[in-house]
């Protein structure tokens, strides 16, 4: 292979992960706009920076000499990443939604320019944006088990689609992650045991807990946060996702971070559902968003999974019609634990 044309891809792949302060119209020579010790030269850059895994002096030297006319800057040094700027812009969310505004929070406008300015609504459009174009909106094929587990009282009945599925709204009592008070979901996990785990940390009254194995009737689409997903390679086509990835990867983590009982208060959640509530209504794609899988807080490496499917969409066997798009319960399994103290119905 020719050598230029190896060269062309490593200075094609190293203007993505760094900034061109030229490109930038940053004046090089002054020093209150760029710092020096933030420009990489091309010797630097090929030593220190391009982790090319090549020791060969030679061969070195002449990608040096290719470049030699070239000065990067370091990411983020004068503006921020593509990663800074939607952290802080998640981070501004979800002071506003906590403690500014709530009812009226994505109807805000923005107020000026930068990030600080930017509106709800248009960070949680970026959000599904970057999402959608590291493919985590996936299809849950049809048939997928899905785990939910409900703690009750050994006298209460919960043996059927309807006391093992959504509960409805007037029982939601308290806010959950993925959605606030008296607003009718189904929560569940893609393994028995997350979901177990789930229900002995429920706030529900009893000494029963009872795992309803349902199944979707029809493929449907829901958005993955639960895996985290690879950087790109230095080299590699996709090098130029890396920011959005490394955003990605920290947004699954905050969707999915442990809340303490001591000082849940329900604020914490605020920004998560709000997200969700977008992500809902959104239509990110063709493909209707019915769901968002996310890690579990309770079961390392177990998955959660919120599904937009309210009390009438969860049946048994017997009440599935032709054309239905519902939750169906397959079986069920109890076992007794340690009575609970009161809460919602999760």
């Not at 220190?48 to 895994?53: E, K, P, Q, Y």
Request: aromatic share 8%.
């Amino acid at each position: 292979m020719d050598i230029r044309v190896v060269i062309d891809r490593i200075e094609a792949s190293l203007d993505q992960l760094h900034d061109d302060p030229e490109r930038l119209g940053l004046p090089v020579g002054n020093g209150d706009v760029v710092r020096p010790t933030d420009l990489i030269d091309a010797y630097d850059m090929v030593h220190d920076f391009a982790d090319l895994g090549c020791e060969n002096e030679e061969i070195l030297e002449q990608i040096v000499w290719a470049l030699n006319d070239r000065i990067w800057l370091q990411r983020g040094s004068v503006y921020p990443t593509v990663v800074e700027t939607l952290r802080f812009s998640w981070d501004r969310f979800s002071k506003l939604a906590k403690y500014s505004w709530r009812y009226t929070l994505l109807s805000a406008m923005h107020s000026g320019t930068g990030v600080q300015n930017r509106s709800p609504a248009s960070l949680l459009r970026e959000i599904l944006v970057v999402a959608q174009r590291a493919s985590l909106l996936i299809m849950l094929s049809k048939g997928t088990l899905i785990f939910r587990a409900r703690v009750h009282s050994s006298k209460e009945k919960a043996n059927d689609a309807k006391s093992l599925g959504t509960p409805t709204a007037e029982k939601i009592r308290n806010p959950n992650r993925m959605s606030p008070a008296g607003i009718a979901v189904f929560y569940g996990a893609l393994e028995s045991e997350t979901a177990r785990c789930e229900g002995c940390s429920q706030r529900s009254k009893g000494n029963q807990l009872t795992i309803g194995e349902f199944y979707n009737n029809k493929a449907i689409g829901v958005l993955d946060l639960s895996v985290p997903l690879s950087l790109p390679g230095t080299y590699s086509d996709e090098v130029g996702t890396t920011d959005a990835v490394e955003f990605l990867n920290r947004f699954g983590e905050l969707v999915s971070a442990r809340v303490s009982r001591e000082t849940d208060s329900g604020l914490d959640y605020v920004p998560t559902q709000v997200f969700s509530e977008f992500v809902r209504m959104s239509g990110m794609s063709r493909t209707k968003v019915r769901g968002i899988i996310f890690r579990s807080s309770q079961h390392e490496g177990g998955r959660n999974l919120v599904l937009f499917y309210g009390p009438e969409d969860c049946k048994d066997p017997g009440q599935v019609e032709s054309g239905d798009d519902c939750l169906v319960l397959r079986a069920y399994s109890r076992t007794r634990i340690a009575s609970r103290h009161s809460g919602n119905p999760k």
